[in-house]
Nanobody
Framework: VQLQASGGGLVQAGGSLRLSCAASGRSFSNYAMGWFRQAPGKERDFVAAISRSAGNTNYANSVKGRFTISRDNAKNTMYLQMNSLKPEDTAVYYC???????????????????WGRGTLVTVSS
């Protein structure tokens, strides 16, 4: 099973991007999923998470009201719609799969057992 993030790029402040995370394999719908980001010289931080059926979502305070996480289990794909982008959103964005073994804790990076390679988002001022 692999995760592949895409959709990053260069955008001006105030603009929008939509990231996608495509999962291989048949069990995508069995897993909660999340997005994290890592800015240069900083730790990897939680951005957003979505439950298996998309009934529950979580967001970092810094992106609430601007980012929307969603998923299409029929397409084995998760999305992150990012609006009103700010220069401080510049980072490599990673998608990740929440382990089904651990207690559900979507904000904890240690809860995730599979990571994609990441896609770079650069927001210019």
């Amino acid at each position: 099973v692999q995760l592949q993030a895409s959709g990053g790029g260069l955008v001006q402040a105030g603009g929008s991007l939509r990231l996608s995370c495509a999962a291989s394999g048949r069990s995508f719908s069995n897993y909660a999923m999340g997005w994290f980001r890592q800015a240069p010289g900083k730790e990897r931080d939680f951005v957003a998470a979505i439950s298996r059926s998309a009934g529950n979502t979580n967001y970092a305070n810094s992106v609430k009201g601007r980012f929307t996480i969603s998923r299409d289990n029929a397409k084995n794909t998760m999305y992150l719609q990012m609006n009103s982008l700010k220069p401080e959103d510049t980072a490599v964005y990673y998608c990740a799969r929440h382990s089904i073994i651990y207690v559900y804790d979507p904000l904890a990076i240690s809860s995730y057992d599979l990571w994609g390679r990441g896609t770079l988002v650069t927001v210019s001022s």
